[in-house]
């Protein structure tokens, strides 16, 4: 008869501890990328309004231009410092009870609060040598004030009489 | 002979399992909290893009248009191609619709409300560059009161205001447009 030694080791409580913690780690790191990810993608609403802002504030400067009074010394209807690379941010609105388009110190957008928008006018140069036709790029840079905050431009060129 | 077997002890058994159950549990209801979530945005962003490519059709079509009438909820206008066009909000079916085709997919979006404002300043007709088509609507602005469904959450809603210049309002972007009309 063969003499057998049969010494089975089982874990201990303390192997079996760390083991599931290792396990759990793992798993809460998993479950935090799969947060992240669902994060930035519930964002897809944000960024939509975001468009929809930025877009607003460039189509209220070109609606600005193009309903300049007759005789207006300034097609853009807002000052512009006509200096070269010269910049003027303004805040401009709609206000839906007055119909009117608002030159507003208030930057924040009054349909959704949670963006503001600045409209910088940026004078690029004289359209014809010795006119009074100057050449202005309009940036509508909007930013999203809640976490995570970002921020979105659009530019446009347009030409403008400004004497 | 000598056997030496060293198992588990009763209480080890019984810490054991029951750390496992407790961690089963927790990352079962994890699981089914992500699952559940993404299923939500999975339908939002349906919707999302739903009222995004609504929105810019009505951009293009608004943007090349002019001879606009503007009532509260509708839109007639010409188009690019100078035909008759509009854009009209059915109260009662809560719709949206671009010459009878609804521009939303409602088993995602549902549009609760629009208005529609016509920005027309009095300016006196001039040969000026800008404004030549002085009685032209130099801006068009949409309010969209949206809810999003969702099979899961309460559907929640959504405002978003639209702008549009029309080109046509600019003398420098139209000339005689429909002159093969």
Not at chain 2, 87 to 97: A, P, V, W
């Amino acid at each position: 008869m063969k003499l057998i030694n049969n010494k089975e080791k089982a874990f201990t409580l303390a192997e079996i501890i760390i083991a599931l913690l290792i396990i759990g780690i793992s798993v809460a790191a998993l479950t935090r990328l799969a947060i992240n990810y669902i994060v930035s993608l519930s964002l897809a609403k944000e960024q939509l309004l975001a468009i929809y802002v930025t877009q607003e504030g460039l189509e209220l400067a070109t609606a600005l231009r193009n309903s300049a009074p007759t005789g207006s010394n300034n097609r853009f209807q807002v000052p512009i410092n006509t200096t070269s690379n010269a910049i003027s941010t303004y805040c401009l609105d709609f206000n839906s009870s007055s119909k009117e388009i608002t030159t507003t110190t208030d930057c924040a957008v009054s349909w959704n609060r949670k963006f503001t928008r600045e409209i910088i006018y940026q004078t690029l140069a004289r359209a014809n040598p010795g006119g009074d036709d100057y050449i202005i790029s309009i940036m509508s840079s909007s930013t999203y004030n809640q976490e995570p905050r970002f921020s979105l431009n659009q530019k446009i060129v347009h030409t403008g009489y400004i004497r | 002979m000598t056997k030496k077997n060293k198992a588990f002890t009763l209480i080890e058994t019984v810490v054991v399992i029951m750390l496992f159950i407790f961690a089963i549990v927790i990352i079962a209801q994890l699981y089914i909290s992500l699952t559940k979530a993404a299923l939500d945005l999975q339908q939002r962003h349906i919707a999302i893009n739903s009222i995004h490519s609504g929105l810019e059709k009505i951009y293009s079509e608004l943007k090349n248009g002019f001879s606009f009438t503007i009532t509260d909820n509708s839109i007639l206008f010409k188009d690019k191609l100078c035909e008759t066009a509009m854009i009209n909000f059915d109260s009662n079916r809560l719709l949206l619709y671009y010459n009878s085709s609804s521009l939303f997919n409602k088993d995602f979006v549902e549009l609760e409300d629009v208005k529609i404002y016509g920005y027309n300043p009095s300016t006196t007709p001039s040969a000026s560059y800008y404004y030549q088509h002085s009685s032209s609507t130099k801006l068009i602005v949409i309010d969209y009161y949206f809810y999003i469904k969702s099979p899961i959450t309460t559907k929640t809603p959504l405002f978003i205001r639209q702008s549009i210049a029309p080109l046509n309002s600019s003398k420098a972007q139209i000339v005689n447009r429909c002159k093969f009309e």
